[in-house]
């Protein structure tokens, strides 16, 4: 009923069209681009053995930093751990660019002087970064508060040791009394009364 579903035996469309004709789908389910592909057929059936043109020439994708990023990449190796959360800060390889791109605009340098510079401003700006960072500070906050609360709790165990130091004993309580007070709640004695 299904026909196959294999990728290579018919198209999309003929598979659906068999879905369609069988049952096994609504004709209220059937996809929206179904109507306009049956109105417009194409010149050519997509399929997955077309071949493809020959004479059209495939162009490289490269942009003009491709070559910068990839030989720092390959001289220094950025070790660095990237949050996806974090969307203000760029990772080390986009700020070295952008640092690249401002020397390179000026035009003072040739491109190893200021692939060198680059390097040095980037580093003086990630040293820069960990100083003002408001993370690292509010984490040094909370490590100040952990420590000034585990000073507080070993005073206050210190504290409460003592006391129990200062109380004074209790006499020692026979038997049956003991089994009284550690009971709580029901006598178990008085229920069993003749």
Known sequence: MAQSR???????????QGLLRGGAMKAEDKPIWYDVYAAFPPKLEPRFDRPAPTNMPIRNIF???????????????PNETISLFDQK????SQQFIQIYEQLRSQG???????YETALDLLAEQRTQSRVDSPEESLELAISEQLDTGKS??????QDAGG???QQPATPPVSGKAKAKES????N???LFKD
């Open 188 to 190: 178990i004695d008085s």
């Open 108 to 114: 003072a340098l040739d491109d190893q002087r200021i």
């Open 89 to 92: 800060r760029g990772t080390q």
């Open 183 to 186: 009971s709580v709640g029901i």
């Open 63 to 77: 942009y003009a930093e491709d070559v910068v990023r990839a030989k720092l990449h390959k001289q220094n190796k």
């Open 163 to 165: 006391q129990q130091k």
């Open 152 to 157: 507080t709790l070993l005073s206050d165990f």
């Open 6 to 16: 294999l990728e290579k035996i018919g198209t999309i469309f003929t598979r659906i």
